[in-house]
């Protein structure tokens, strides 16, 4: 039985970081993959949504020309999730095996699953690590309404594998997946219902940007229901029904867009003793298991699911794994996770929410910058949007929420910003290139700035300089 310095299950993208840092520093690894590499996100989730989100975003510009000026056009709709598929093949094929050419790899050979502690089967095989990791990712998750599991449903696993773009769709679930595929189908053609039990879309974020995301969506003709009970699902004559406290609803298709849930049921973690709940597997705050050589990354912890989240983490807990002791600057609760949506307006936050702020009873001034103010935008017809931002009479940042366009490319300076420990006075004090989307960022810590004066805090201010 060959016996490996790191053996790493799963090569979605925490998994794939792991296996491309340590095998860049000589180790030996074992990487074991199921079914495709890059897992999810690369094949079902992150990249062919933002393909499938561009195709739209083209069609769309099309018919809005005339906001500049141009005559609109409205494109022939051809085989944009084939396109899709293609992008996906070009990536698998030219980018993601180079990773492991360093690598011992087993590829569609089998689901891995623990003998004990230090050793791992797949098919008949088994193998023996001095450091394992877990990186198995999650699953969609179906909720138990009565007949949903009787419908063919769509989630985003099979989604970029149909053929044609659907007449009527329903969706259930208002997040990232749901917000993100209703605006990309709606502007390809589809009638898009969006139904969903939280009270506005994106919930997890601020409550002013789904509110304003929700405003674009009726424009769009997307239809959105929130705090609906959906009562049952069934399919008669070929289509589907949803039924709601707040009418029926039909379609061709439904998405199952409710969140997700870790894969963790073909690893047998009790045979290497490995602790785990309906959340995923336990970790400590360097990701290590009960067991101080297993680690689990990525989704299957249950802590961030977010795929650079997932990469962040294997880093991190690599180096813990090849370190004598953890090393406390590598803690989990030590690293900022910034999050995108990638509709338009994009939407991106990072720390807290005013809500989030409010039940932490923290002191805040919440200053706000809309697009609309601001030349570059207007020139851009991109005025739809705002960022807000949470700080204190200190200047402390507590959190940044963005709507807007380039939402997902601003967010990382205030991302920065709280790492770091900087100030809305360093924000407001850094040159940004004129007429860039970031000056944005340096007007709002401006107008924090002015309202430092006009609070006469001008002194305390200064004493920051």
Known sequence: MKEYQLIVI?????????????????????????????GECLNYGCIPSKSLLKA????????????????????????PLQI???????????????????????????????????????????????????????????????????????????????KSIPETLTIIGGGAIGSEMAQAFARLGSKVTLVQMDPHLIPVGDEDAGRLLEEVFKEENIEVYNST??????????????????????????????????????????????????????????????????????????????????MHQGMLALMNALSPEPIESFKNENWLVPWSVFTEPEVAQVGLTEKQAKEKNIEYMPIQM????????????????????????TGKIYGATIIGESASELIHEWTLAMQNGLSMFNIAMTQHSFPTISTLNSMIAQQWMTKMVQSGAMEQMMSMM
């Open 229 to 310: 009970n959906i009562e049952k699902v069934e399919e008669k004559n070929n289509k589907i029904y949803t039924y709601t406290d707040k009418g029926t609803f039909e379609s061709d298709k439904i998405l199952v867009a409710t969140g997700r849930t870790p894969v963790l049921e073909p690893l047998a973690l009790e045979n290497g003793g490995i602790e785990y709940d309906k959340k995923g597997i336990n970790v400590d705050s360097y990701y290590r298991t009960n067991k101080n050589h297993i680690y689990a990354i990525g989704d299957c912890n249950g802590k961030s699911l977010l795929s650079h989240a997932a």
């Open 10 to 38: 799963g090569l979605g993208p925490a998994g794939m970081a792991v296996t491309s840092m340590a095998v860049s520093m000589g180790l030996d690894v074992l990487a074991i993959e199921d079914h495709k590499i890059g």
């Open 56 to 79: 739209a975003e083209a069609k769309h510009n099309s018919e809005t020309l005339e906001k500049f000026g141009l005559k609109s056009f409205s494109p022939e709709i051809e085989d």
């Open 370 to 393: 809309e697009y609309k103010n601001y030349g570059r935008a207007i020139a851009d017809s991109k005025t739809e949007g705002f960022i807000k931002v949470l700080a204190d009479n």
């Open 84 to 162: 899709v598929r293609n992008k996906i093949q070009s990536i698998n094929g030219n980018k993601t095996n180079n990773v492991f050419e360093k690598a011992d790899l087993i590829l569609n050979k089998g689901k891995a699953k623990f003998i004990d502690e230090h050793t791992v089967e797949v098919g008949n095989e088994q193998y023996k690590g001095k450091n394992i990791f877990i990186s198995t990712g999650t699953k969609p998750f179906v909720p138990p309404i009565p007949g949903l599991k009787e419908v063919p449903i769509l989630t985003n696993s099979n989604l970029f594998e149909q």
